[in-house]
């Protein structure tokens, strides 16, 4: 079953589903019934790794947040860059930063690059639906670049190799920067 959203990039709406594969149990239920097998034990809760989900666009960043709120991480929000900003310097103990691209006012890479310069050790994930114009802005790339529509497998898979520190263009499933 395919749940989507409609992305907002300058007056041009575009539908662009995000894939969540409804019919798998969801981490929580792995746990609960014994079958981890296709998934890593999610992380404890008191331990589990913080995560800052930024998107302007309310349904995507919703669904970002219960994928990963599934799998066992500790999620805070932001719907713009700036209200990003604000949660990153009053939540020293974030781990990463899944972040949109294209947003108004503060976008993506500027966020990455003002947290990577407050505390270079963050870890940065960034989405975007519209890897034509992330090529066109690339610059100083923190992170790798999921492509969006994105299954809850691809998400899971790219936060936790993010976190594990692979380098950018290494992990599974996120586009490679060019």
């Not at 998934?39 to 960043?61: G, K, N």
């Not at 932001?78 to 939540?91: C, I, K, P, W």
């Amino acid at each position: 079953m395919a749940t989507g959203a409609l992305l907002r990039h300058a007056a041009t709406p575009l539908w662009a589903p995000v894939w969540r594969d409804m019919s798998s149990k969801s981490a929580a239920e792995k746990l609960k019934t014994g079958d981890a097998t296709s998934r890593q034990m999610a992380p404890r809760p008191d331990r589990a790794p913080l995560i800052l989900v930024v998107d302007d666009d309310d349904e995507v960043r919703e669904l970002a947040r219960t994928i990963l709120q599934e799998a066992g991480y500790r999620i805070l929000e932001a719907e713009t860059g700036q209200r990003a900003m604000m949660l990153f310097e009053a939540n020293p103990d974030i781990d990463l930063i899944f972040t949109d691209l294209v947003m108004p006012g503060l976008d993506g890479f500027k966020l990455a690059d003002m947290t990577k310069f407050k505390r270079p050790g963050i870890k940065i994930l960034y989405a975007t639906a519209f890897m034509d114009v992330a090529h066109d802005k690339l610059g100083v790339v923190h992170g790798d670049i999921l492509k969006k529509p994105y299954r809850t497998s691809q998400l899971e898979q790219a936060v936790k190799e993010t976190l594990a520190g692979k380098p950018p263009g290494s992990v599974g499933g996120a586009g490679v920067p060019a």
